[in-house]
């Protein structure tokens, strides 16, 4: 059964200037839809729930972001703050429009087609071509806390891989530091559990979270890419988190690819358990990199 409330028919005849070619999936706000205007492919979102009172509302002067679920919002604010290649921008929107009788909000975002780096992990990388992803991941984690955002969530589903390099999709759970924290206190970090930091598994508020939590998304995805392995992954959530907190990796997997000490001294101190044993800061780490890069 459908999870959102309108047909691929429905959003065609709301958006006469598109052409809707396929829906890319359906989250827990947002309906993706691949799209075609005079400019090329995009990604059209619509939020699936719709506004209430959606004739009446469409005909104010209300802005469609104060309306939204407030993860959307954020999500949408977090979007049109941050201006770099390496985070997804906002190319027009949010707005609303009629669909299927009622009004929903929507915003247009770059189409990627160069497809998301959880495609490409089917076998390891070369160590120079983790050095240039993790350089591009650097780079979007500290642009996002140029403006005090943290991602929470890079995994390879949210990294778009494009020829300039790799892009950071979808900041639906993004943390914005200068903002009244959403998460009950007594309750985790939103997360991908596979992909997240030590911090993000306390309850928030026993857990400081910045840009070092980024650092240790980051230096998981590298090593996955590197290795073809999760650096921590074992069979069950108990042997898991107890790797994960004291920092354990499968040497053995970065053995198997004959991995430089630099480099594995590098991902090393991304992955420290502890956040004062990370780099202090994105710029620092990518100046490390750039030591240990050819």
Excluded at 106 to 112: A, G, K, R, T
Excluded at 246 to 253: E, K, M, P, R, V
Aim: glycine fraction near 6%; charged fraction near 25%; charge should be negative.
């Amino acid at each position: 059964m459908s999870r959102h409330p309108f047909t691929i028919d429905d959003v065609g005849s709301s958006f006469p200037a598109l052409t809707v070619e396929e829906e890319l999936g359906c989250g827990s706000f947002k309906v993706a839809y691949r799209v075609r205007n005079e400019d090329g492919e995009r990604c059209l979102k619509v939020v699936h729930v719709p506004l209430q009172d959606g004739s009446a509302q469409s005909e104010t002067d209300e802005e469609p972001v104060d309306s939204l679920p407030e993860r959307v919002r954020r999500e949408v604010l977090a979007m049109s703050q941050v201006s770099s290649s390496r985070v997804v921008p906002i190319l027009s929107g949010p707005s609303v429009s009629l669909v299927a009788g009622k009004t929903h909000v929507w915003f247009i975002e770059p189409y990627y087609s160069g497809g998301t780096l959880d495609k490409r992990l089917t076998t390891p990388w070369s160590e120079e071509s983790v050095q240039s992803l993790i350089l591009g991941l650097l780079e979007a984690v500290e642009a996002l806390w140029q403006e005090q955002i943290v991602h929470r969530d890079i995994k390879p589903e949210n990294i778009a891989l494009e020829e300039g390099g790799p892009v950071l999709l979808d900041l639906g759970i993004a943390y914005h530091e200068e903002l009244t924290d959403y998460t009950d206190p007594h309750k985790p970090s939103p997360k991908t559990p596979l992909y997240a930091a030590p911090e993000q598994f306390l309850p928030r508020g026993q857990a400081l979270i910045d840009s070092r939590t980024d650092l240790f998304c980051v230096g998981i995805v590298g090593f996955q890419a590197l290795t073809g392995i999760h650096p921590f992954i074992r069979p069950s959530q108990e042997a898991y988190l107890d790797r994960l907190s004291h920092g354990t990796l499968d040497d053995a997997a970065l053995d198997s690819v004959g991995v430089s000490p630099e480099t594995r001294g590098f991902m090393a101190r991304l992955l420290r358990p502890r956040q004062n044993q990370r780099f202090r800061d994105a710029s620092r780490a990518i100046s490390a990199l750039r030591k240990v890069m050819p």
